[in-house]
Every structure is written in structure tokens, then in C-alpha cells.
């Protein structure tokens, strides 16, 4: 089994900053990528960015130049930079796992960027 916390959800205007933290325990090894995707209401869940087998990163096209994605291996911590953010980033963030056993998912924390 793995768990996966999110955290650093919030309110923010838009053109602010963010950072989500997603804190992953139990049997993690195995791992074949880390990722975190959003959904918003009414909307499919849609990737936003992603940390493959070998560290090469992908992120959305609505994303790319705002968002950073970064894993501490050592803290098992995925991290989500976001930066000017925009009303329509305005979703529930989940983190993603996928290794040997399974594909995880957190319980999700909400963005709300609205002025």
C-alpha cells in the first residue's frame, strides 16, 4: 500500500504563488512516475505535470513556464510550485504514484485563485 498527503491548498489572487506539497509513505520502491493532476469542476481529470522513470519532466501546455515540478527523495516529497496563477488554474490538485504494485492517488487539495 502507499499514501500520498497533499497539502498547500489555499486562496490566492490571480498572478500569486503557490507551493503543494504531497507526502508519500509505505511501499513506495518500484516507482515508475510521480505526477500531479487537477480537476475542476464539471472537467476530466487532466495531468498537469510529471516525473518519469529516468527524472525527465512533462507538463501541460496551460502550465509550462508557471509550474515546477520537484521530488526530495529523501523527504518521499513531490512538490508543485505554481507560479501567476490564473482563475482557470482554479481546481482540486491530486497527487499521483505509479510504481510495480499500482497506480495511488491522494485525497486532493483545493486551488482557488480568484481576486
Known amino acids: 500500500q502507499v499514501q500520498l498527503v497533499e497539502s498547500g491548498g489555499g486562496l490566492v489572487q490571480p498572478g500569486g504563488s503557490l507551493r503543494l506539497s504531497c507526502a508519500a509513505s509505505g511501499s513506495t520502491s518500484g516507482l515508475n512516475s510521480i505526477a500531479w493532476y487537477r480537476q475542476a469542476p464539471g472537467k476530466q481529470r487532466e495531468m498537469v505535470a510529471r516525473?518519469?522513470?529516468?527524472?525527465?519532466?512533462n507538463y501541460a501546455d496551460s502550465v509550462k513556464g508557471r509550474f515546477t515540478i520537484s521530488r526530495d527523495a529523501a523527504k518521499n516529497t513531490l512538490y508543485l510550485q505554481m507560479n501567476r496563477l490564473k482563475p482557470e488554474d482554479t481546481a482540486v490538485y491530486y497527487c499521483n504514484l505509479v510504481n510495480v504494485r499500482g497506480t495511488w492517488w491522494g485525497q486532493g487539495t483545493q486551488v482557488t485563485v480568484s481576486s
Open positions: 516525473i518519469g522513470l529516468y527524472g525527465n519532466t
